[in-house]
C-alpha cells in the first residue's frame, strides 16, 4: 500500500494560485502514475491531472488547462499541483491518488486515495 497526504489548501481570491503537496510513503512511488482530482459540495469526485510515472507525460481536464500544472519529484515521492488563475468553480476538496501503471497513454486505474484537502476560492 501507498498512504498519501495531501496539503497545501486553504482560502484565495479568485485569480490568485496555491500549490498543493501529496506526499506518499510505501511502496516505491516512482513506479507508478499520480493523479489529482477533486470534488465540490454536491457534485461527483472529477478528474484534474494526470503525470506518468517519470514525469514525462501529463494531462489535464479542459477545466484547468493552461491554469494547472501537475509535477512529480520521484526522489521526494512527492506530487504537485500548482494552480494559477483560480477561479471561484475551483472550490472543491482536492484528492491525490495512486494509479496501478506506470503510465497514463490509456486511463489508469487509482487505488490508492489521500484524505484531501480544502481548496476555497472566493469571489
Known amino acids: 500500500q501507498v498512504q498519501l497526504v495531501e496539503s497545501g489548501g486553504g482560502l484565495v481570491q479568485a485569480g490568485g494560485s496555491l500549490r498543493l503537496s501529496c506526499a506518499a510513503s510505501g511502496r516505491t512511488f516512482s513506479n507508478y502514475a499520480m493523479g489529482w482530482f477533486r470534488q465540490a459540495p454536491g457534485k461527483e469526485r472529477e478528474f484534474v491531472a494526470a503525470?506518468?510515472?517519470?514525469?514525462?507525460?501529463?494531462s489535464y481536464a479542459d477545466s484547468v488547462k493552461g491554469r494547472f500544472t501537475i509535477s512529480r519529484d520521484n526522489a521526494k515521492n512527492t506530487v504537485y499541483l500548482q494552480m494559477n488563475s483560480l477561479k471561484p468553480e475551483d472550490t472543491a476538496v482536492y484528492y491525490c491518488?495512486?494509479?496501478?501503471?506506470?503510465?497514463?497513454?490509456?486511463?489508469?486505474?487509482?487505488?490508492?486515495w489521500g484524505q484531501g484537502t480544502q481548496v476555497t476560492v472566493s469571489s
Open positions: 491518488a495512486r494509479a496501478r501503471e506506470a503510465h497514463i497513454a490509456t486511463t489508469p486505474s487509482y487505488v490508492n
Open positions: 503525470i506518468s510515472w517519470s514525469g514525462g507525460r501529463t
